[in-house]
């Protein structure tokens, strides 16, 4: 059978990601379904379940729960802490709950500390799995295939290629994007939705044409007007180009936000122990354009101890 050139780089990219993942001792995968630009898997609760659960790069908490869980589960808090929105700034007080295992296939998270979704937050799905709960994994979120793996091991050391190294303030994973000459740190979010940039750094950048009104984002305690443009410039991120990419325009959060839109064309894999990131697409050049009208603002309150 005769490959094309574009089925040929499919098959090898599938080809690697079968190839790279078995020699990290792989020790648990499940289905991860992507709806509204989240990822989602199925968890059982204190044996109890499944519920629906997203996944959240971007929360530097183990967990959140809905209220309806905790109020199913008869889950008592153990105290309150505070959560901020991306802003840190809107900050609000929550019940602390210790959940005595979380399990998602075979891999069993035992007494996590786990906090309630303030307000409406999380209304349609039961809770929402943060960055922290995976510290001791290596975590691929496969978004092409729709898979979540949890291996032991780690990555190798960031090349500025595929593999590029974060940090974690907040811990959360925040890597560097180049826009340009211009370098700006960016939240690696899986809940938030566009390439989007703050108002202050994007007002110094050229667009194609003036940046027009998507719509309406919140935190926690505000609502904002978010805009859009495609820029004059690529953005790169390790040895993935972005051409002349639509991005959003943030009034409110501080640094830049690599959401689900950016996400969606990787696998990608974190290592928190040596905080790098393994980016793996079948192209080097990808294509963001302009998203449908509607939105795309992320309430995103994020449970950390106070002094954060």
Same mark, same amino acid.
């Given at each position: 059978?005769?490959?094309?050139?574009?089925?040929?780089?499919?098959?090898?990219?599938?080809?690697?990601?079968?190839?790279?993942?078995?020699?990290?001792?792989?020790?648990?995968?499940?289905?991860?379904?992507?709806?509204?630009?989240?990822?989602?898997?199925?968890?059982?609760?204190?044996?109890?379940?499944?519920?629906?659960?997203?996944?959240?790069?971007?929360?530097?908490?183990?967990?959140?729960?809905?209220?309806?869980?905790?109020?199913?589960?008869?889950?008592?808090?153990?105290?309150?802490?505070?959560?901020?929105?991306?802003?840190?700034?809107?900050?609000?007080?929550?019940?602390?709950?210790?959940?005595?295992?979380?399990?998602?296939?075979?891999?069993?998270?035992?007494?996590?500390?786990?906090?309630?979704?303030?307000?409406?937050?999380?209304?349609?799905?039961?809770?929402?799995?943060? @960055?922290?709960? @995976?510290?001791?994994?290596?975590?691929?979120?496969?978004?092409?295939?729709?898979?979540?793996?949890?291996?032991?091991?780690?990555?190798?050391?960031?090349?500025?290629?595929?593999?590029?190294?974060?940090?974690?303030?907040? /811990?959360?994973?925040?890597?560097?994007?180049?826009?340009?000459?211009?370098?700006?740190?960016?939240?690696?979010?899986?809940?938030?939705?566009?390439?989007?940039?703050?108002?202050?750094?994007?007002?110094?950048?050229?667009?194609?044409?003036?940046?027009?009104?998507?719509?309406?984002?919140?935190?926690?305690?505000? /609502? @904002?007007?978010?805009?859009?443009?495609?820029?004059?410039?690529?953005?790169?991120?390790?040895?993935?180009?972005?051409?002349?990419?639509?991005?959003?325009?943030?009034?409110?959060?501080?640094?830049?936000?690599?959401?689900?839109?950016?996400?969606?064309?990787?696998?990608?894999?974190?290592?928190?122990?040596?905080?790098?990131?393994? @980016?793996?697409?079948?192209?080097?050049?990808?294509?963001?354009?302009?998203?449908?009208?509607?939105?795309?603002?992320?309430?995103?309150?994020?449970?950390?101890?106070?002094?954060?």
């Amino acid at each position: 059978m005769r490959l094309t050139s574009l089925s040929r780089r499919g098959f090898l990219f599938v080809l690697l990601a079968a190839t790279t993942l078995p020699a990290q001792q792989i020790v648990g995968n499940a289905r991860m379904e992507v709806r509204h630009n989240l990822p989602f898997v199925q968890v059982l609760v204190n044996g109890q379940g499944p519920f629906t659960f997203g996944i959240d790069t971007g929360t530097g908490g183990e967990a959140i729960l809905s209220s309806g869980l905790i109020q199913h589960l008869r889950l008592q808090s153990t105290g309150e802490t505070e959560v901020h929105d991306a802003t840190g700034v809107n900050r609000r007080k929550v019940k602390v709950l210790r959940v005595h295992s979380l399990k998602i296939g075979t891999v069993e998270f035992r007494n996590v500390e786990a906090t309630q979704s303030p307000g409406s937050m999380l209304e349609s799905i039961d809770g929402i799995l943060g @960055f922290p709960l @995976f510290r001791e994994y290596l975590l691929t979120l496969d978004y092409p295939h729709q898979q979540l793996t949890l291996a032991r091991g780690s990555l190798p050391p960031a090349n500025g290629d595929q593999i590029v190294p974060f940090t974690m303030p907040d /811990e959360v994973p925040v890597v560097e994007l180049n826009i340009g000459t211009q370098r700006i740190e960016a939240h690696v979010d899986s809940r938030g939705r566009d390439l989007s940039l703050p108002s202050k750094f994007a007002q110094n950048l050229k667009f194609v044409s003036d940046p027009v009104v998507l719509g309406h984002g919140s935190t926690i305690s505000n /609502e @904002f007007e978010i805009k859009g443009g495609q820029l004059e410039t690529d953005i790169r991120l390790g040895v993935y180009t972005f051409p002349k990419a639509f991005v959003a325009i943030n009034p409110l959060f501080p640094i830049a936000n690599f959401g689900a839109v950016p996400l969606s064309n990787f696998v990608v894999t974190f290592d928190q122990t040596n905080q790098r990131v393994r @980016f793996e697409a079948p192209s080097r050049s990808i294509v963001l354009s302009a998203p449908p009208r509607g939105g795309s603002g992320r309430p995103a309150p994020k449970p950390g101890p106070s002094d954060h």
